[in-house]
């Protein structure tokens, strides 16, 4: 199973960016899928993630400005990001908890996609 992320880039202050994370493999079902970040110097924090009910959850900092989605029919998980801010860059990293046809349960992660807001 792999996770390929996509979708960072350069952006202005106030700009918008929608990252998408495409699942590929022996996939048999899903459970959560997220995007986590992490800046120079810091932690690695989770942004937002979506369960099988399609509920959300997002960090306080996010909330009102990004909006975390997921497409079961194509295994891919987005992130749209608006009203973007300094603070917002980082390296993105997208997460999910798969099920593979083998029956087995494994958390897996993206390659990470860089996202720097810049003027």
Known sequence: VQLQASGGGLVQPGGSLR???AASGSIFS???MGWYRQAPG????LVAV???S????YVDSVKG???????NAKNT????MNSLK???TAVYYCNAGIRTRELVFRDYWGQGTQVTVSS
């Not at 810091?42 to 924090?45: A, D, F, L, P, V």
């Not at 399609?54 to 959850?57: A, I, L, V």
């Open 19 to 21: 990252l998408s994370c």
């Open 30 to 32: 899903f459970n959560y």
């Open 42 to 45: 810091k932690q690695r924090e």
């Open 50 to 52: 979506v369960s099988t």
């Open 54 to 57: 399609n509920g959300t959850n």
């Open 65 to 71: 400005r990004f909006t975390i989605s997921r497409d």
């Open 77 to 80: 998980v987005y992130l749209q």
């Open 86 to 88: 300094p603070e917002d």
